[in-house]
Every structure is written in structure tokens, then in C-alpha cells.
């Protein structure tokens, strides 16, 4: 009885992010077309209306993040200077792009003949005009935006926000909704009293790795930027994302979302205080489908906080990122992330013929409004296709959002007195029918080596490459990537494991054993180091120890099938027979359908057809 | 022909009066001291952001000072406002202005906007009350100039304040009707 699991190496890579989505304007009456003679009379009803209720109204009304509503003459006219004010600047409503060549979906800019007309409005004396001018007014859905979810989930702490005091970042993880895997085809995110929450992200955690940074289980925990780990090659990736009037984007057919059980969804929350203490806890409505997903988008990320070490006084630092596309691809949406000090960010296509066309430009970057934005049709870049960055930074004390006054140097990290540099792509690769590699580990590999290149002392770019190359079963050159980040990090656990996991796939378990022992010392409960220590011991035939090891690893996740399938042939292995019953019964019991458990328990019983446990 | 007067109490109207009705001339109820009128409306997220450092101040310089937080708004009620003042945690005296004698009196334009008047009741400053905001969505991380703090301690020392206006960002006090 030799048999024992597959020495998988659970590997865990490292993204900041994982899912997203966009945003659905209520198209509400379109503006009407203006004569603007000079001495028209500008009235609320015929003229101011219907902006309103179009840009407006679906965050000004009661119960939305406008701090107050504008549906009636009233409520206009109580604020119509500032109205005016805010349009001209353009604060308000808040959209930061600028026109660009691709065109996004929901865009909420006024065209500069609105602004014009509501200063004209205003100048004249905001007159109420005929009623009869007044259209309808626009129509909301109460409640859940798309209909009531298939599954409501409320976190289990809610987070208390201090009535004064700079931004908040607040984190609340939302513990395996689903019991078996479901697609996703929608999340609705309520992110709690909406005028003091700024937006709101849900990340996918399919290794529940962020519950370790709670105090305590269902308390959630503060910052601003995340990391999740998720397994070595797990690219589908949606933006699952909120701002102040957002309707869930229901993804069509196809592009559904997989959501596995023990899968968490950590949902990142940016809030400001309102003046009075707030108590805010959300919830997530999820609507699933019966169509698994056939097209996989995932997320590209450019960036280069490593090139963020800005000197105080800088008005114009730049940082740029660029990578070339393996394959063909579709953008279907694009979030360009920062913190303070951006000003002016900017990303490109510059296509084979050498042809650059502008994705996105927002040249006055503002953290509170920051948005995910989607295309209004898909945009398609060719292979060959360089996708650039450019993004400028602001750190003199010219800048008001200087988190440091006096300016200090800042260089990029999580904090929101760090900077970053990100800029991320939801991408969907064209799939050739027939096509042996899948283009999504082209572009991941592709992604990985760019970074290596970029960040050649950075351990988080090895261990990435080393991941997608061990899953490629590019044993060799996983390993060279695994020894360069341990050169970097060589306590760190998870590339030890890791490590260790891939020199055991290439059959020499004896010298696999030092790397998972590092792993554990330096994190005493790792169940993936315990589990492949057990497997690299049991190959030796040193099962005594084995039994220890599985043991262990049963003992921090009793619901590993495999796990409790090993245990159960080592202590067969030893001879401790009715134990070892036990554990291949537990194995079978958790996954009915695993072959080891399955042919070692009848092993057994052949072995030993007297014994009844 | 009978005529009949009407002595019309000619405060109502006319003059800030407080949540039961009763005209208030806040510079005469502190008669001696420095009085700072505090101009904020309900529906302002600006003014409201500024909640707990206006009590706060108020609280500090309880000493030298008598602070109001004063509501332009006719279209609130005295019910509307009592509950804005629970929500907030606001500890101070309310007064409404439905007529603007104060605004007019101060010279501010929106809320939240400060005036300062010295123990003589001299207007020795008005406009923000720190630089918090520097527009409509562009907020510092903490302030760095203290324009209300620095006219009181001016006041108290009987000297007048570095600046005697600066502009805040808020609500337009013009627009209410």
C-alpha cells in the first residue's frame, strides 16, 4: 500500500485585487436641445429638469450619498448658486475622465452647453417656469436595484465611524455565503449609510486568507489596500465595484462569475466621517445563475510602485509601466488607481502599426471619486499591443491632499500616506476552439516575467512566476524562480512550501524536507507545509513521523479530504490499522468520490478481513 | 371709522429669534464678551463635517465667549433644527435667521461660515473657520491655518485678529429663499 495523494504544493499568489464590475446610470429624460439666444428666458421646468433628473437626481434623493435632494424646484432653488458653482467646475457630477476615443459606458459629464445653461439659469433668478414644461420625474427602484437577490448576506460587526477625523479604510469579510459552487451573474453592494461611504470594493478570497489579519472572527480589520492570495493560476477576475449611484452591472451570459464554497468575499470600504458617529454595517445581495461561466475575463495590472519614491516639493513626478499583449485580447473595463499625490493619469494602446490612442485620461485625479470604468463596447487590441502608463504626481504643498505638511518623501505601499501606481485592465483574451495553451496563462506568464524584469530583487515577482511556471509544469525553471525569492525572503513560508512542494514533484522528497521544516517554523499552523511535509516523510517510508505531520494538518482543516485519506495510510502504514479505518472513512465522508480513500480502505479490509474496528 | 393699531412686536420678521419663537439679539444677551455666530444648515454636508470642532471651540473658549450656531434656512423648522442638534451632538444655542439680519450683520455667504464680534461687539472677523477646505471636494488632511481659534485668542488679548476675512467653502446662503 504505496499509494498516497498527489503531492500538490497549494500555492498561493499574490494580487492586491481580485473582482469587479461597473456602473448603470437610470437614463432618465435626455436633455432637451437648446436655442440659446441670449435673451431666452432659462426656466427650471423646461430647461433645468431634465439635467437634473438625468445626472442628478440618482444620488440626490432621499436615501442616496447626495447629502440632499434634487427632484422639485424647491430643492433646486435652495442650492442653485452652488449648483452652478460645482457644474462649472466640474466637482460635480463627479466623472474624471475626460473625453477620450473610446467611449465609456454611463458617462456622467455634462456637456459644456448644460453648465452654461444652468449658470444662465441661476443669473436670471432660477425661475420656476410653466408647469406644464416640467417632465416627469425620473422613476427609481426602491430597495434592491435589480430585483430581490437570490441570497442576502449582512456582515456580522458593524464598523463604528468617529464623527470627526481624516478617511477611514475598513474591511469586512463575509464568511462562505454558498455551500457548493454557484455563478455569479451579480453582486449588489450596500455599503451601509451611503453618504459617508466614498466607494466600495468586494474581493474575492478563495483561500479565506484575509480572515487572518481579524482580532477576533466577524470583527473585520482596518486598511486601505488588501492583499488577498489566491491560488497559482485563478486569473477570472470581474470588478466588483461601488460608488455613490451605482446600479449592479448583471454580467450576460457567459461571463458569470465562479464562487466557490469556502470562498470568502472581502468587501474594502473608504468612508469619511459625516460630523456625528456612524454605525455602518453592509450587506451583499448575490443573484446567481444556472449558466457557468464560458468566457473568462481576468485582470491586468500595470504598475510601478516600486518607481514611487517622490521628493518633497516634486510637482510632476512620473511614473510609468508599459507591457507588450501576447494574444489578442478585448478590454472591457479599466480602473486607474492612486492615492493623494496623483494628479494626472494617463493609459495608451499603442497598436502593431505603431497607431496610440488614448484608454484613459484623467487629469485631475481625485482618490474620493475614483471609479471603475467600463467600455461602452468592447475595445480590441490586437497582439503586439503595448498597453502604457503614465501617471503624474503632486507631493509640494501646492498639492491640498498632501497627507504630509510639510511635504515629506513618499514612496509607494498600502498606507494612505504611501502612494501607488496601479492601473488595472479587465481583459478577455480571444479563445481559439481547438487551441492547446489557454491564452490567459500566455498573458499571466507574460505579466510575471514582465515583473521579474521590472523588479528583479522583488520576491513577490519570483515566487508569482515561480507559481505560474510550477502549474505550467515548468518544474526546472519554477524551481531557479523559487531559489531567487528564497535568496530574497528565506523565511518565508509560503515560497518555502512551495519550494519544497515542486522538489518533491521532481522526485526528490529527501531534499524537500528542510524547505517545509523553514515553512513551519516560521508559521507553526500552515496546513499545506504540514500536509506536504507528510507527504515528502511518507515518501522516504519515514511514516512515523508522517502520521505526525497529517495529523497536524487535519487538526487545523478537518475538512481536507486528502489530508485525512494520508493519515489514515500512514497509520496503516505503522499498523495502526483501526485507526487508519477511521481516518480513510472521514476521508470518504468528506469527498465520497476520492479514489485513495477509496482503494486503500478496501486494501485494508482485504489485509485484514478479521478486524472490525 | 374705527381704526384699529396693531402693535406689531416688530422683532418677528425682522430679527433671529430662537426655537420657540422668541427674537434673540445674541450681541445684546452677552453684553461684555466676545460673541461668535456660527452659521450652518441642516442639508450642508460642509457645515455638518464641522459638527464636533464647533462644539469643541465652544467648549474651549466657553470662558471668553458665547457661541450660537445660527440656521438661515426659513424653510427648516424649530422641530427640524432640534433634531439636527441631537443628531449632532450640538450643546449650543440655536437661533434661526429666517430674514438674514445676522447674515447681513456678519457679511458671510455660506455655511459653515463664522463671524467674530469682540467685547465691544466690533466685527473683527468673518468667513471660515479654518482652512480645512480648500473647494468643493478638495479637503486637506488636517488644517493648517485656524482662522476662528486665532480671532477669539485675538479678541480675548483685545487685539485684532492677522486676517480679519477669509473665504469658506460651503453652502451658498444666498440661495435659500
Same mark, same amino acid.
Given at each position: 500500500?504505496?499509494?498516497?495523494? &498527489?503531492?500538490?504544493?497549494?500555492?498561493?499568489?499574490?494580487?492586491?485585487?481580485?473582482?469587479?464590475?461597473? /456602473?448603470?446610470?437610470?437614463?432618465?429624460?435626455?436633455?432637451?436641445?437648446? /436655442?440659446?439666444?441670449?435673451?431666452?428666458?432659462?426656466?427650471?421646468?423646461?430647461?433645468?429638469?431634465?439635467?437634473?433628473?438625468?445626472?442628478?437626481?440618482?444620488?440626490?434623493?432621499?436615501?442616496?450619498?447626495?447629502?440632499?435632494?434634487?427632484?422639485?424646484?424647491?430643492?433646486?432653488?435652495?442650492?442653485?448658486?452652488?449648483?452652478?458653482?460645482?457644474? &462649472?467646475?466640474?466637482?460635480?457630477?463627479?466623472?474624471?475622465?475626460?473625453?477620450?476615443?473610446?467611449?465609456?459606458?454611463?458617462?456622467?459629464?455634462?456637456? @459644456?452647453?448644460?453648465?452654461?445653461?444652468?449658470?444662465?439659469?441661476?443669473?436670471?433668478?432660477?425661475?420656476?417656469?410653466?408647469?406644464?414644461?416640467?417632465?416627469?420625474?425620473?422613476?427609481?427602484?426602491?430597495?434592491?436595484?435589480?430585483?430581490?437577490?437570490?441570497?442576502?448576506?449582512?456582515?456580522?460587526?458593524?464598523? &463604528?465611524?468617529?464623527?470627526?477625523?481624516?478617511?477611514?479604510?475598513?474591511?469586512?469579510?463575509?464568511?462562505?455565503?454558498? =455551500?457548493?459552487?454557484?455563478?455569479?451573474?451579480?453582486?449588489?453592494?450596500?455599503?451601509?449609510?451611503?453618504?459617508?461611504?466614498?466607494?466600495?470594493?468586494?474581493?474575492?478570497?478563495?483561500?479565506?486568507?484575509?480572515?487572518?489579519?481579524?482580532?477576533?472572527? #466577524?470583527?473585520?480589520?482596518?486598511?486601505?489596500?488588501?492583499?488577498?492570495?489566491?491560488?497559482?493560476?485563478?486569473?477570472?477576475?470581474?470588478?466588483?465595484?461601488?460608488?455613490? #449611484?451605482?446600479?449592479?452591472?448583471?454580467?450576460?451570459?457567459?461571463?458569470?462569475?465562479?464562487?466557490?464554497?469556502?470562498?470568502?468575499?472581502?468587501?474594502?470600504?473608504?468612508?469619511?466621517?459625516?460630523?456625528?458617529?456612524?454605525?455602518?454595517?453592509?450587506?451583499?445581495?448575490?443573484?446567481?445563475?444556472?449558466?457557468?461561466?464560458?468566457?473568462?475575463?481576468?485582470?491586468?495590472?500595470? @504598475?510601478?510602485?516600486?518607481?514611487?519614491?517622490?521628493?518633497?516639493?516634486?510637482?510632476?513626478?512620473?511614473?510609468?509601466?508599459?507591457?507588450?499583449?501576447?494574444?489578442?485580447?478585448?478590454?472591457?473595463?479599466?480602473?486607474?488607481?492612486?492615492?493623494?499625490?496623483?494628479?494626472?493619469?494617463?493609459?495608451?494602446?499603442?497598436?502593431?502599426?505603431?497607431?496610440?490612442?488614448?484608454?484613459?485620461?484623467?487629469?485631475?485625479?481625485?482618490?474620493?471619486?475614483?471609479?471603475?470604468?467600463?467600455?461602452?463596447?468592447?475595445?480590441?487590441?490586437?497582439?503586439?499591443?503595448?498597453?502604457?502608463?503614465?501617471?503624474?504626481?503632486?507631493?509640494?504643498?501646492?498639492?491640498?491632499?498632501?497627507?504630509?505638511?510639510?511635504?515629506? &518623501?513618499?514612496?509607494?505601499?498600502?498606507?494612505?500616506?504611501?502612494?501607488?501606481?496601479?492601473?488595472?485592465?479587465?481583459?478577455?483574451?480571444?479563445?481559439?476552439?481547438?487551441?492547446?495553451?489557454?491564452?490567459?496563462?500566455?498573458?499571466?506568464?507574460?505579466?510575471?516575467?514582465?515583473?521579474?524584469?521590472?523588479?528583479?530583487?522583488?520576491?513577490?515577482?519570483?515566487? =508569482?512566476?515561480?507559481?505560474?511556471?510550477?502549474?505550467?509544469?515548468?518544474?526546472?525553471?519554477?524551481?531557479?524562480?523559487?531559489?531567487?525569492?528564497?535568496?530574497?525572503?528565506?523565511?518565508?513560508?509560503?515560497?518555502? =512550501?512551495?519550494?519544497?512542494?515542486?522538489?518533491?514533484?521532481?522526485?526528490?522528497?529527501?531534499?524537500?524536507?528542510?524547505?517545509?521544516?523553514?515553512?513551519?517554523?516560521?508559521?507553526?499552523?500552515?496546513?499545506?507545509?504540514?500536509?506536504?511535509?507528510?507527504?515528502?516523510?511518507?515518501?522516504?517510508?519515514?511514516?512515523?513521523?508522517?502520521?505526525?505531520?497529517?495529523?497536524?494538518?487535519?487538526?487545523?482543516?478537518?475538512?481536507?479530504?486528502?489530508?485525512?485519506?494520508?493519515?489514515?495510510?500512514?497509520?496503516?502504514?505503522?499498523?495502526?490499522?483501526?485507526?487508519?479505518?477511521?481516518?480513510?472513512?472521514?476521508?470518504?465522508?468528506?469527498?465520497?468520490?476520492?479514489?485513495?480513500?477509496?482503494?486503500?480502505?478496501?486494501?485494508?479490509?482485504?489485509?485484514?478481513?478479521?478486524?472490525?474496528? | 371709522?374705527?381704526?384699529?393699531? %396693531?402693535?406689531?412686536?416688530?422683532?418677528?420678521?425682522?430679527?433671529?429669534?430662537?426655537?420657540?419663537?422668541?427674537?434673540?439679539?445674541?450681541?445684546?444677551?452677552?453684553?461684555?464678551?466676545? +460673541?461668535?455666530? +456660527?452659521?450652518?444648515?441642516?442639508?450642508? !454636508?460642509?457645515?455638518?463635517? $464641522?459638527? !464636533?470642532?464647533?462644539?469643541?471651540?465652544?467648549?474651549? $473658549?466657553?470662558?471668553?465667549?458665547?457661541?450660537?450656531?445660527?440656521?438661515?434656512?426659513?424653510?427648516?423648522?424649530?422641530?427640524?433644527?432640534?433634531?439636527?442638534?441631537?443628531? *449632532?451632538? *450640538?450643546?449650543?444655542?440655536?437661533?434661526?435667521? !429666517?430674514?438674514? +439680519?445676522?447674515?447681513?450683520?456678519?457679511?458671510?455667504?455660506?455655511?459653515?461660515?463664522?463671524? +467674530? %464680534?469682540?467685547?465691544?461687539?466690533?466685527?473683527?472677523?468673518?468667513?471660515?473657520?479654518?482652512?480645512? *477646505?480648500?473647494?468643493?471636494?478638495?479637503?486637506?488632511?488636517?488644517?493648517?491655518?485656524?482662522?476662528?481659534?486665532?480671532?477669539?485668542?485675538?479678541?480675548?488679548?483685545?487685539?485684532?485678529?492677522?486676517?480679519?476675512?477669509?473665504?469658506?467653502?460651503?453652502? %451658498?446662503?444666498?440661495?435659500?429663499?
Amino acid at each position: 500500500m504505496k499509494r498516497l495523494g &498527489r503531492t500538490l504544493a497549494i500555492v498561493a499568489l499574490f494580487l492586491f485585487f481580485a473582482a469587479v464590475l461597473s /456602473t448603470k446610470i437610470h437614463s432618465g429624460p435626455r436633455p432637451q436641445e437648446q /436655442t440659446s439666444a441670449a435673451n431666452l428666458q432659462i426656466t427650471f421646468n423646461r430647461d433645468i429638469a431634465p439635467i437634473l433628473f438625468r445626472y442628478c437626481a440618482t444620488c440626490h434623493r432621499p436615501g442616496e450619498a447626495g447629502p440632499f435632494p434634487l427632484l422639485t424646484y424647491s430643492d433646486a432653488k435652495s442650492h442653485a448658486g452652488q449648483i452652478a458653482f460645482v457644474t &462649472r467646475s466640474r466637482f460635480m457630477p463627479p466623472w474624471l475622465p475626460e473625453p477620450g476615443e473610446f467611449k465609456l459606458a454611463d458617462e456622467l459629464r455634462l456637456s @459644456e452647453e448644460q453648465i452654461k445653461l444652468i449658470a444662465k439659469w441661476v443669473r436670471q433668478g432660477a425661475v420656476e417656469g410653466a408647469a406644464s414644461d416640467l417632465p416627469p420625474k425620473p422613476e427609481f427602484v426602491e430597495g434592491w436595484q435589480i430585483g430581490k437577490p437570490d441570497l442576502i448576506v449582512k456582515a456580522e460587526q458593524p464598523y &463604528r465611524l468617529p464623527a470627526s477625523g481624516t478617511d477611514q479604510y475598513w474591511n469586512f469579510i463575509f464568511r462562505t455565503p454558498v =455551500n457548493r459552487t454557484r455563478w455569479l451573474k451579480a453582486i449588489e453592494i450596500r455599503p451601509g449609510d451611503k453618504r459617508v461611504v466614498h466607494h466600495a470594493n468586494v474581493l474575492v478570497d478563495r483561500t479565506e486568507s484575509a480572515r487572518a489579519q481579524e482580532s477576533s472572527p #466577524g470583527a473585520g480589520f482596518a486598511g486601505m489596500e488588501i492583499k488577498i492570495e489566491s491560488e497559482a493560476f485563478d486569473p477570472d477576475s470581474h470588478f466588483l465595484f461601488w460608488k455613490p #449611484g451605482t446600479i449592479p452591472y448583471t454580467e450576460p451570459d457567459g461571463l458569470a462569475l465562479r464562487l466557490d464554497a469556502q470562498t470568502d468575499l472581502v468587501l474594502n470600504i473608504h468612508l469619511q466621517p459625516s460630523g456625528k458617529p456612524e454605525s455602518i454595517q453592509p450587506s451583499l445581495g448575490l443573484y446567481f445563475t444556472d449558466h457557468p461561466a464560458t468566457l473568462f475575463p481576468m485582470l491586468l495590472q500595470l @504598475e510601478n510602485d516600486r518607481k514611487l519614491d517622490i521628493p518633497p516639493g516634486e510637482k510632476d513626478f512620473i511614473v510609468t509601466d508599459e507591457f507588450t499583449l501576447p494574444v489578442d485580447v478585448q478590454v472591457l473595463a479599466i480602473y486607474p488607481h492612486a492615492h493623494y499625490l496623483a494628479k494626472d493619469m494617463q493609459a495608451f494602446a499603442t497598436f502593431p502599426d505603431g497607431t496610440k490612442k488614448s484608454l484613459i485620461h484623467i487629469a485631475k485625479w481625485d482618490l474620493n471619486w475614483q471609479a471603475v470604468y467600463r467600455y461602452d463596447s468592447p475595445v480590441e487590441l490586437p497582439a503586439g499591443t503595448v498597453i502604457s502608463m503614465r501617471y503624474s504626481y503632486d507631493n509640494s504643498a501646492d498639492n491640498v491632499r498632501n497627507p504630509n505638511n510639510p511635504p515629506k &518623501r513618499v514612496v509607494g505601499g498600502n498606507r494612505s500616506s504611501d502612494e501607488m501606481a496601479h492601473l488595472w485592465l479587465q481583459i478577455l483574451p480571444h479563445t481559439v476552439p481547438g487551441e492547446a495553451s489557454d491564452p490567459r496563462r500566455l498573458l499571466q506568464e507574460a505579466m510575471a516575467r514582465h515583473n521579474v524584469d521590472k523588479n528583479p530583487a522583488d520576491f513577490e515577482a519570483h515566487y =508569482n512566476l515561480a507559481a505560474m511556471l510550477q502549474v505550467r509544469g515548468a518544474a526546472a525553471e519554477a524551481m531557479q524562480q523559487y531559489e531567487m525569492a528564497l535568496r530574497i525572503r528565506p523565511e518565508d513560508p509560503a515560497a518555502n =512550501n512551495a519550494f519544497g512542494g515542486t522538489i518533491i514533484s521532481s522526485g526528490h522528497p529527501e531534499a524537500a524536507v528542510q524547505y517545509l521544516r523553514t515553512a513551519l517554523r516560521t508559521r507553526p499552523d500552515y496546513f499545506d507545509a504540514h500536509y506536504n511535509l507528510g507527504i515528502a516523510l511518507a515518501m522516504q517510508e519515514h511514516f512515523k513521523e508522517a502520521v505526525e505531520e497529517f495529523r497536524a494538518a487535519v487538526r487545523i482543516n478537518p475538512r481536507d479530504a486528502n489530508a485525512e485519506a494520508n493519515l489514515g495510510t500512514a497509520l496503516a502504514e505503522i499498523g495502526n490499522l483501526r485507526e487508519a479505518q477511521a481516518h480513510l472513512e472521514k476521508a470518504l465522508a468528506i469527498d465520497p468520490n476520492l479514489a485513495l480513500a477509496h482503494d486503500n480502505l478496501e486494501e485494508l479490509k482485504r489485509q485484514s478481513p478479521g478486524e472490525k474496528p | 371709522m374705527l381704526f384699529s393699531i %396693531f402693535f406689531l412686536p416688530l422683532a418677528v420678521g425682522q430679527r433671529a429669534s430662537d426655537l420657540s419663537g422668541i427674537s434673540v439679539d445674541p450681541l445684546k444677551q452677552s453684553p461684555g464678551r466676545i +460673541v461668535v455666530l +456660527v452659521f450652518v444648515r441642516t442639508d450642508c !454636508p460642509l457645515s455638518n463635517r $464641522y459638527a !464636533p470642532l464647533i462644539q469643541e471651540l465652544s467648549v474651549k $473658549y466657553a470662558r471668553e465667549s458665547s457661541f450660537w450656531l445660527v440656521f438661515p434656512d426659513n424653510s427648516k423648522s424649530p422641530e427640524e433644527i432640534r433634531g439636527y442638534l441631537q443628531e *449632532y451632538g *450640538y450643546k449650543l444655542a440655536a437661533l434661526r435667521d !429666517p430674514e438674514r +439680519v445676522l447674515v447681513k450683520k456678519s457679511g458671510v455667504k455660506v455655511t459653515p461660515e463664522v463671524a +467674530v %464680534f469682540n467685547a465691544k461687539h466690533e466685527l473683527v472677523y468673518h468667513g471660515r473657520i479654518d482652512n480645512l *477646505y480648500e473647494d468643493f471636494g478638495r479637503s486637506r488632511r488636517a488644517a493648517t491655518t485656524h482662522e476662528l481659534a486665532d480671532a477669539i485668542e485675538a479678541a480675548s488679548k483685545g487685539v485684532p485678529p492677522l486676517v480679519a476675512s477669509a473665504d469658506g467653502v460651503g453652502c %451658498f446662503i444666498s440661495d435659500l429663499q
